[in-house]
């Protein structure tokens, strides 16, 4: 699960213990967070992961988040992504790696590298798009944004290591 437009700023500031036992009380078990970013990794009832992002969605309105939105995945999906080399040949010291989860799979989704608004687009999967970013920028390109406006699909972006970060720390939990 990873979780759009919470705790960004002052702008829906929640404590990940209080989110981790709302999911809880809502029926979903074994919810743990990784960082205050909104990465969750949780069993839900449901297989289908638009079903499951609708029902986390709906505990966040009744939180009193507003505005954000989440991107469900199998946890299968996050670790395969999570062993990809997508930026093999782009220097860490000259580029910031992100990878974008989509809501819902990407339409006509182009299949090598293109850039746009200062981002490289690497390619990606059916539901998430590799970008390496310049250091050098004064700011950073908002990648959602990109795809939202491409193609219509609610996005959020992480940097690369804290995916990766993530599925290790999964990992070494069992």
Do not use: K, Y
Not at 73 to 97: K, M, Q, V, Y
Not at 131 to 142: E, I
């Amino acid at each position: 699960m990873i979780l759009r437009a919470i705790n960004v700023g002052h702008h829906n500031r929640i404590r990940m213990d209080t989110l981790r036992e709302a999911f809880h009380s809502a029926g979903f078990r074994d919810v743990r967070s990784h960082l205050q970013t909104g990465n969750l990794t949780l069993d839900a009832h449901e297989d289908v992961p638009l079903a499951v992002a609708e029902q986390i969605e709906t505990v966040l309105i009744e939180l009193g988040l507003r505005g954000a939105s989440v991107v469900a995945r199998r946890w299968s999906d996050i670790e395969h992504l999570a062993s990809a080399t997508p930026f093999t040949g782009h220097d860490p010291a000259e580029h910031r790696f992100t990878v974008s989860f989509c809501r819902t799979d990407i339409p006509d989704r182009p299949m090598g590298p293109w850039a746009e608004r200062g981002l490289t687009f690497l390619g990606g999967t059916d539901w998430a798009l590799f970008a390496v970013v310049p250091r050098d920028l004064d700011r950073a390109p908002n990648a959602n944004a990109i795809i939202e406006r491409r193609w219509g699909i609610p996005a959020t972006t992480r940097f690369w290591n804290v995916v990766t970060d993530w599925v290790a720390r999964e990992a070494a939990l069992g």
